[in-house]
């Protein structure tokens, strides 16, 4: 077969071609041809089907994520906003740090490891292009009931897959959650998320200015692995009832990512590129295209002269390969030379495939014939938009009507003790130790804290002890009930679990996984958690700065629980201030923060007692959480409290216990006069936390929290080597050690 070259497609309008194999919709393909006065060649259907998918193009989100730019709140701390790679925030000093999440949903239920592993990757290049040395690594996973089969295969692999390629990294994994729905038994989520560190003056962007200046692929010869595999996978519902697009999952090797890392850091040293991207999701197909819609000119690239691993991968492969370890640069043609000697060093191969033009249009030739000839920002950045109908669910009502207030609860004292056995030995309140121990954590040696604590922290400069902490959180039952309030509740939590630790919040990143699009029930779910999490950001002042969207994420008809997870990256001046979750010193006083009210719509209890997903999600009130975090912040800077938990799945005595076993020590506590004991245990009211309180301090602390109007209750000290709930239970440590820590390994090990 002759090569299908720009001018033969021009020759030979009527020939067929597998549009809808590749994804794309008749009318976008009709879109196409109107674009280029021709149907495209086949390279170029190759191109606009990756790039117009849902991963690279947002076409049913991008009317709704505007929000975060229309209703962005002014932050002087934010330094690059959504459109880069990541965002990148001042945090004083002259550092900059930039973070993202991303999703690895579809291609980690195919194959985990692999999967999970070139997740990492990927998002670990995001940061590296934009000029960020990668510091710490996180990991928000989703997976189907803990005691089903397909768990088994799924989870260790995925947690192998994390763990193998962090590790190999030499990045330290400091924190994410791990959640078991059925709702997620086809479609586990697994999200990745990177923080980086640079100078302000080290920032570099996505862009191909300068004409005659060349265009350089570095990093790992090309392959056929992942063709089409973010970005066809991930915009594909797997469906028994017919085929399904299963495209090779990416390989990663961790070993030549970290010569890919280190190789690039010298290079940017050096002061050596004017535009760089990484390649992840599309390929090649992404990079040219958005490198050239992003300068001020075009490109013409020599598809012949990238590295391959296979000889026989066609123009078409080559453009859509997602083989990782890859990046493209734009090098003046003066420091070429000095590029590729660095690249020669770090054993990186290193290859001029074109340069930037004066002109308009992005050119792609194979062995000099033409077959791309493409306006780029058409393929990049002017992609379809869709404006999906979306309509509340006619099952919302009922949903919401089935109240969790109406559920029997214990009857007595004893009956209490057991669910609260039952609860923190349940799989999503029960401790995760077994897959975090499978992390470094501490490579490096700048952690300062790491999972089970509320957020993640890292020191980022060792003379003043300036550092970073980041928590993701999303809770699928609250949205499910309230989509709107729950993408708010996932803000507030991330939020308040980073002001837990003393850090001020800064900024978040968002991952957005929902089912499908094409489904105005979920269309719907996605439009009121997007408002929900832009108008929360705006009352915060923490501005979106990048995310992602993962949609199609169900089996069939049945989707996921709409699942918002938000990232809230915060600063501490001093990381020796840093406040710990556990009690470690007896005689420290415990006080309750914020209002308990009797709120237990999608909470843990009902789930694990009761089986139970219904009712409202707790109320939010954003402008408590903000006094909150105030109140946090300040009393751990002035050394007003030894330890803090936020309160949020399970309630306060889950709280209570994680304390408890992560310090060592016990704790006595005595329910309030005016609250149901139940209810003071177990109810998942937001905007609380509990503190461990020195005696010295306990007058000032009431005192500023009395002085800015935030509800504080003593209940209780830290003694013993029990959870003593007074007039109602005791359980020693040892045995709620045992519940706590022995569910995880029973179920998956």
């Known amino acids: ?282 390929g090649l197909s992404c990079a040219t295209s958005e490198l050239a819609s992003a300068g001020s000119g075009g490109m013409r690239v020599e598809l012949d002269t990238v590295p391959l691993r296979d000889s026989s991968l066609s123009p078409e492969e080559i453009l859509m390969s997602e083989s990782q370890e890859r990046m493209c640069a734009i090098v003046e043609p003066g420091k070429v030379d000095r590029f590729l000697e660095i690249c020669e060093k770090w054993d990186v191969i290193a290859t001029v495939i074109g340069e930037v033009t004066d002109g308009s249009r992005l050119e792609i030739f194979w062995h000099g014939e033409q077959i791309v000839d493409v306006p780029p920002r058409s393929v990049a950045h002017e992609g379809p938009t869709y404006h999906r109908p979306f309509a509340r669910p006619d099952w919302q009502d009922a949903l919401q009507a089935d109240d969790a207030g109406k559920l029997p609860r214990p009857a007595n004292a004893a009956e209490l003790r057991a669910q609260v056995l039952q609860l923190v030995g349940s799989p999503n309140q029960a401790s995760k130790a077994w897959i975090t121990d499978q992390y470094d954590r501490f490579v490096q040696g700048n952690t300062v804290l790491a999972q089970p604590e509320d957020s993640g922290m890292v020191r980022i400069d060792e003379d003043t002890n300036l550092g970073v902490a980041v928590a993701t959180d999303g809770n699928g039952r609250y949205a499910k009930l309230d989509p709107y309030a729950g993408a708010q509740l996932a803000l507030a939590e991330a939020y308040r679990n980073v002001a837990a630790t003393g850090a001020r919040p800064l900024a978040i990143s968002d991952c957005l996984n929902f089912g499908s699009p094409e489904d105005p029930a979920v269309m719907w779910q996605f439009a009121e958690a997007t408002r929900g999490l832009a108008d929360g950001c705006l009352t915060l002042g923490t501005p979106v700065t990048g995310g992602n969207v993962s949609l199609y994420n169900q089996t069939g008809d049945v989707a996921i629980h709409p699942t918002p997870v938000v990232a809230v990256l915060g600063v501490i001046d001093d990381v020796t201030r840093r406040t710990p979750v556990g009690f470690a010193e007896e005689g420290q006083l415990l006080y309750l923060l914020g209002d308990t009210r009797e709120e237990l719509g999608g909470s843990a209890w009902s789930q694990v007692v009761h089986d139970h997903l219904g009712g409202l999600p707790p109320q939010v009130d954003l402008e408590r959480e903000r006094l909150l975090a105030e109140i946090l912040i300040s009393a751990s800077r002035d050394g007003m409290v030894d330890a803090a938990h936020d309160l949020s799945d399970g309630g306060l005595v889950q709280a209570l216990v994680e304390s408890c076993l992560h310090g060592g020590k016990g704790a006595r506590v005595v329910v309030p006069d005016d609250l149901d004991p139940f209810v003071f245990l177990f109810s998942e009211s937001a905007g609380r936390a509990v503190v461990a309180v020195p005696r010295s301090e306990e007058l000032r602390f009431t005192d500023m929290c009395g002085a800015r109007g935030l509800p504080v209750t003593r209940i209780g000290v830290v003694d013993g080597d029990a959870l003593v709930v007074q007039g109602q239970f005791d359980i020693p440590l040892d045995e709620l050690r045992t519940a706590h820590e022995a569910t995880v390994p029973g179920l998956i090990a």
């Open 1 to 282: 077969m002759s090569l299908d070259t720009v001018k033969h497609a021009a020759g030979t309008p009527d020939a067929g071609q597998p549009w809808a194999e590749l994804g794309l919709k008749e009318d976008e393909y009709a879109r196409i041809r109107e674009i280029l006065g021709r149907r495209p060649t086949g390279a170029e259907l190759a191109m606009y089907s990756v790039m117009w998918s849902e991963h690279c193009s947002y076409k049913s989100s991008k009317v709704h994520l505007k929000q975060f730019g229309e209703k962005a709140p002014e932050n002087d701390a934010l330094l690059v906003g959504i459109g880069e790679n990541a965002g990148v925030v001042d945090v004083g000093q002259g550092y900059a740090v930039t973070f993202k999440v991303e999703s690895h949903n579809h291609p980690s239920y195919i194959e985990p490891y692999q999967g999970a592993a070139t997740g990492v990757g990927g998002i670990v290049r995001d940061i590296l292009a934009m000029g960020a040395r990668p510091v710490a690594v996180m990991d928000p996973l989703r997976f189907g009931a803990a005691d089903h089969p397909d768990t088994k295969r799924v989870l260790p692999g995925v947690v192998a897959g994390i763990g193998g390629y962090g590790n190999c990294l030499g990045l330290p994994n400091i924190g994410g959650e791990v959640v078991f729905d059925p709702c997620y038994q086809g479609n586990p989520l697994v999200n990745a998320l990177c923080v980086g560190v640079m100078k302000h003056e080290d920032i570099h962007l996505a862009k191909a200015s300068g004409a005659g200046n060349k265009v350089i692929l570095y990093g790992a010869r090309t392959g056929g692995d992942g063709i089409g595999g973010v970005s066809v996978l991930a915009s594909e519902t797997f469906d028994d009832s017919k085929p399904t697009k299963r495209p090779a999952v990416q390989v990663g090797d961790p070993f030549q990512e970290k010569l890919l890392i280190e190789c690039t850091l010298e290079i940017f040293r050096e002061k050596l590129v004017a535009g760089i991207q990484d390649l992840g999701g599309a």
